[in-house]
């Protein structure tokens, strides 16, 4: 027996890998709805060797489907997922508008699996920053061994994480450069993103940080332990797909490199390619399309004090938004709904 599953968003690059993601992982779904706003009704999506025509999400009646799967943004979000929520529908959010949420658990299912159950309060379950979600899968286990006091993360986030607009935008600089006359003046990003790199993701907060480098600090400390301080740059680079991250990690106790690479290695949702060799690691080209978080270059940090250096790619796209809402909808059928 399976699940009756919507897609809100369908026709989004986040909508459009949530149902490549369900089909590769064979997803046990009896019956399957892919909703978009009016201005794209009718557009077909694929999901798995079928076609499917969005609905519109408007009139959209969620009353007896199980898991909404939602890749729309905060602001359609805040409207329709409450609607879905009250009909019956467990709603798996990819929007950050519920993941500072007390009465909602932020889930990634390799760090804390049991926050699921916390659902029942508002019938909805978040997703979390693409940046903040490979991170973790990599820092819980390595917590669990000898506890984390303190990380500073640097990223390097590819276009993709702004949407299709900044992906065009890159292709089209890019092309630019090469034609007089045919340059394209930035639009989505406040700088030239081709062949540049902006330390600038999302609004600036008054404290001199981004939003973006809040979300990871205040999504580590409600999904790992709130006793962990996390200092972040994030930067947006000329990448189309795959977000990498240079975390130095700072431990209670010390933890020799070579224990943490065997405790990696035996993570779920890690692979660890780390050869002290030209190319032995893995860059975010090589980590498209893949379902792990990729850890590379693991080494002692002797400036401080129970130090650990580790560098972090992954397919952002996948890890960083709709393979983790899928899994999520995976450990709600397991824990949850409990068919089949």
């Not at 978080?293 to 996948?318: A, M, P």
Request: charged fraction near 25%.
């Amino acid at each position: 027996m399976g699940y009756k599953v919507v897609v809100c968003g369908a026709t989004g690059n986040v909508g459009r890998e949530m149902l490549n993601i369900l089909a590769e992982r064979q997803f046990p779904i009896d019956e399957i709805a892919v909703l978009a706003s009016r201005r794209s009704l009718g557009t077909e999506v694929s999901f798995g060797d079928k076609t499917l025509k969005t609905q519109d999400l408007d009139t959209f009646d969620f009353s007896g489907w199980d898991i909404a799967l939602f890749a729309i943004g905060s602001d359609a979000t805040k409207k329709y997922a409450p609607v879905a929520a009250k009909a019956g529908c467990i709603v798996i959010d990819n929007s950050s508008l519920y993941r500072y949420d007390p009465d909602v658990p932020l889930i990634v299912p390799e760090c804390n699996p049991d926050a699921v159950h916390g659902y029942s309060k508002k019938n909805i379950i978040a997703n979390p920053n693409c940046s903040t979600a490979q991170m973790v899968v990599a820092l819980k286990p390595l917590h669990e061994r000898a506890k984390i006091k303190r990380v500073v993360v640097s990223t390097y986030q590819s276009v993709s994480g702004s949407g299709k607009e900044a992906m065009d935008e890159l292709w089209d600089q890019t092309k630019g450069m090469f034609v007089p006359g045919q340059e394209v003046e930035p639009s989505v990003y406040p700088k030239q993103i081709a062949f540049n790199v902006i330390p600038h993701i999302d609004v600036f907060l008054d404290s001199g940080d981004t939003k973006e480098e809040w979300k990871m600090v205040t999504e580590t400390k409600k999904i790992i332990d709130p006793a962990i301080k996390v200092t972040a740059t994030c930067v947006r680079v000329p990448v189309f797909v795959g977000h990498a991250e240079a975390i130095n990690i700072e431990f209670d106790e010390f933890l020799d490199e070579d224990e943490a690479r065997e405790i990696l290695r035996t993570a779920p949702g890690i692979l660890v390619v780390d050869k002290r060799e030209d190319g032995g690691y893995v860059t975010p080209v090589e980590c498209v399309g893949d379902f792990a978080t990729f850890i590379s270059r693991i080494r002692q940090d002797v400036t401080i004090e129970n130090g650990l250096n580790l560098w972090c790619v992954s397919d952002n796209l996948r890890k960083g938004a709709a393979l983790n809402a899928v899994q999520i909808a995976e450990l709600v059928g397991r824990e949850v709904l409990k068919k089949g």
